[in-house]
């Protein structure tokens, strides 16, 4: 069992930046591969970015050049980083992993909150 808590979450204004924190314990490896997904009031939850046990990483279009995830094998942390944050950025942000690349994430954390005001 892999245990996630994120943390890092809170209110900024537009424009503004944030890092999220996933700290995993318990049966922690270096070889999962992790995601940070977000869900919003009324939508579906998606993966906002991904890397692989390897380092290599993966966005969605929206956050881009805005959004860098980063990992700490030596801490068993997870990182979000989040600069020039827009208010359709808003939602409930989950730390995620998973054991094989093309499998489903199997571990999830508990989520944080990330509100930004316009």
């Known amino acids: 069992q892999v245990q996630l808590v994120e943390s890092g979450g809170g209110l900024v204004q537009a424009g503004g930046s944030l890092r999220l924190s996933c700290a995993a314990s318990?049966?922690?490896?270096?070889?999962?591969?992790m995601g940070w997904f977000r869900q919003a009031p009324g939508k579906q939850r998606e993966l906002v970015a991904a890397i692989t046990s390897g380092g290599r990483t993966d966005y969605r279009d929206s956050v881009k050049g805005r959004f860098t995830i980063s990992r700490d094998n030596a801490k068993n942390t997870v990182y979000l980083q989040m600069n020039s944050l827009k208010p359709e950025d808003t939602a409930v942000y989950y730390c995620?992993?998973?054991?094989?690349?093309?499998?489903?994430?199997?571990?999830w954390g508990q989520g944080t909150q990330v509100t930004v005001s316009s």
């Open positions: 995620a992993g998973k054991g094989t690349y093309l499998g489903t994430y199997d571990y």
């Open positions: 318990g049966r922690t490896s270096s070889s999962y591969h």
